[in-house]
């Protein structure tokens, strides 16, 4: 096993209720992939919004935010419920609000309405991001855990592509309402998994080192050696979500606004451009156990911030970009992204603290993500209504290289003292 691996979880205990640790990975991929669907959902209603609700591109905007918002507060208390409570009860009730929240944010008749039921499906993706991960740590055999994981994560790049498909060919046929059947389309595709996932378990591992009082997960996540490692955590998953949900969630209005196509193409361009993310994770699911989670996560924080840096200084500088080459210079960001910290900085946390504070854990470190996913689409929002989109695209880029300077720390560094080339 690669020695960047900051903990073993434990073995599942003979006669655990959690079954069979494939269906958990299963169920756990089923919900990302659902969740990420709801995330890129909103993102092609953004362009239509502009013109049926005649609202800024910085108003619109608040709808991703609004999303990010929600991501953080259930990311937060969910990974302590699930330390306190268990796990099995949250990813029933993470699924029911992607149901409610998808019927809402669809029949919405004005942006505030909307605004709320935005909120709401954030705090089912956040729910589902904290307890998930542990979930399957503590229920998968330790020298397979990591592709597994890494297969989950893998699931979220096709929720994404499916949104921006699914959301471009709806846009096309129904030019009104056709944002309004994407959100919905989100709502009925979870309606299987809240059937599925009421058949499982609670995990053995954390019945085990259950403890009793939150107050007592809480000391326990504070303690000196773990407040450190986890704020390591915290930050580079804030640098990469800058970025990632930053930029997913303004990707298809950034091409209509650089490409000048319509709302219907800017969708579809946009999956054209996340394609690239299926065999990169694809690659990571192969590699993660022989590489390192080190490695990938530095790389693929370097090739993101190069492209995307390289993407922003264009647009400042040429006044027309041909589609090719801003597509092909996104491609290369999604590419390396996927390839490494898309998936190590969810990975890499739910395996490093043991179960009474894995869920907590998973919580905080995530919401540092949503924070950086809300400070990427706000300030986005902001340098492209001052200095145009090549403006926000540096900012994604130079969170990028933050993210891999701090993959790098030693000592004190989420990886530990070691290397990353000692091996």
Known sequence: MPDDVPAAAPRPAAGSRAGDWRLQAALAGAGILIGSYDLGAISV?????????????AVVATLGTATLVGMLVGSLVTGLLADRLGRRALVIADVILFVLSAAAGASAGD?????????ATGVAVGMDFAVVFPFVVETAPALKRGRALAWI???ANFGTLLAYGAGGLLLHELPVNGWRAAVALGGLLALPLLLLRGRV????????????????????VASRARRRRLSAFTLTTFCYQVGDQGLGLVLPLMLVTVLGASASSGAVDAAVVKAITIPASTLTVIFIERLGRRRLQFYGFLGRALAFLALGLLLI??????????????????FFGAAGPDKTTVIVPAEAFPSEIRGTSQGISQAGGRLGGIVGVSAYGVLAQLAGPGAGMILFGAAALIGAGLTLLPGRGAFGGRSMLAR
Do not use: Q
């Open 111 to 119: 942006f505030a309405v909307l605004t709320i039921a935005r909120l």
């Open 153 to 155: 994560m893998w699931a």
């Open 45 to 57: 209603a953004f362009a239509p919004l502009e013109v049926r609700w005649h609202l800024t591109n």
């Open 201 to 220: 378990g609670e995990p053995a591992a954390w019945r085990t080192a259950r403890l009793e009082r939150t107050g007592s997960i809480l000391r326990a």
């Open 317 to 334: 500088a040429v006044a027309h970009l041909s589609a090719l080459l801003v597509g092909g210079l996104l491609a290369v960001g999604y």
